[in-house]
C-alpha cells in the first residue's frame, strides 16, 4: 500500500556515511531513529575536516545538535546499534555522576570565552546527543571536525508539551517544585558528584537556554525554532 501522507517510505530513511581522507566506510540506513510524522532528522557532514582533528585522543564521528525531547534517546540507541556508539546523552550523568561538575564548569568556561577539554568526558564515546552538549555543537564542531553534525527536530507545540512534563521539572529549573529540589539535594549528600546538578540544569537550559522564560510557552517555542535556524545556517552543507 501507498506510505501515508507525511511518512517517508523505509527505503527512504535517512542514512549515515564516513567519508575523510582515509576513504569511505559502508553505508548503513539509520532505521527506527523517529517516529514518521512526529520527529525528522537532518544530517549535515563537516566539510574540510582532517585526519588530525579530533579532541581527547578519540575520534567523535556525530554530533547532534538537536534539542531534548526531539527522539534523542531513540536515537541514542539507534546510533548504538549502527556502530556509531557508546553514544553520549543527559542519561549519562545517572552512571557519571562525576561529569556534572565538568558540564557546570563547562558552560562558564564557553560563556567567558575559554576552552574546554572536552576528552574528559567524551573519551571513549563516538557520538553525542541531547542535552547539556546540544547547545555546544558549535565549540564540538571545532574540537572534532571531522565529525557529522545532525539536527533532530519536532513540532514546536508538541515538543514543548513534552519538554515541560519532563526537562522543565529538574531542579533548577524554573518549574521545579520545592519538593523535588529538596530531594535532588538530599541525594547531593549520598552522591556528592551531583550536588552542582541543579546549578548545571540551570546553566545549560533554563537560564543558558531559555533565558530564565522556560514556563513561558511561547517564548520557548521561539526559543526551539530559532535554534533549529541557526543550526542551519551555521552548520554548511557538504
Known amino acids: 500500500p501507498a506510505p501515508a501522507p507525511n511518512r517517508a517510505p523505509a527505503h527512504q530513511k535517512c542514512a549515515l556515511r564516513h567519508s575523510s581522507g582515509r576513504g569511505r566506510h559502508p553505508v548503513r540506513n539509520l532505521t527506527d531513529v523517529v517516529t514518521p510524522g512526529r520527529y525528522a532528522v537532518s544530517l549535515r557532514p563537516r566539510p574540510g575536516g582532517s585526519a588530525a582533528g579530533s579532541a581527547g585522543g578519540h575520534r567523535m564521528k556525530v554530533i547532534g545538535a538537536g534539542f531534548g525531547r526531539t527522539g534523542t534517546l531513540s536515537l541514542k540507541v539507534a546510533l548504538e546499534e549502527l556502530g556509531f556508539g557508546p553514544c553520549y546523552h543527559m542519561v549519562e550523568l545517572f552512571d557519571k555522576p562525576e561529569h556534572v561538575e565538568f558540564w557546570d564548569e563547562a558552560a562558564d568556561r564557553v560563556a567567558r570565552g575559554e576552552p574546554v577539554e572536552w576528552g574528559e568526558v567524551f573519551s571513549g564515546y563516538e557520538a553525542t546527543v541531547d542535552w547539556p552538549t546540544c547547545i555546544f555543537y558549535e565549540e564540538l564542531m571545532a574540537a572534532y571536525p571531522e565529525a557529522k553534525v545532525l539536527l533532530t527536530v519536532r513540532d514546536p507545540e508538541s ?29 547531593g549528600l549520598l552522591v556528592p558528584a551531583m550536588r552542582r546538578a541543579p546549578s548545571m540544569a540551570r546553566k545549560v537550559i533554563s537560564e543558558g537556554t531559555f533565558d530564565g522564560r522556560f514556563e513561558e510557552r511561547e517564548y520557548s517555542v521561539k526559543v526551539f525554532e530559532r535554534h533549529i535556524e541557526e543550526v542551519r545556517e551555521r552548520v554548511p552543507e557538504e
Open 159 to 187: 515538543w514543548y508539551d513534552s519538554a515541560e512534563s519532563t526537562i522543565a521539572r529538574m531542579p533548577g529549573s524554573d518549574a521545579s517544585s520545592p519538593l523535588r529540589y529538596l530531594l535532588f539535594k538530599s541525594a
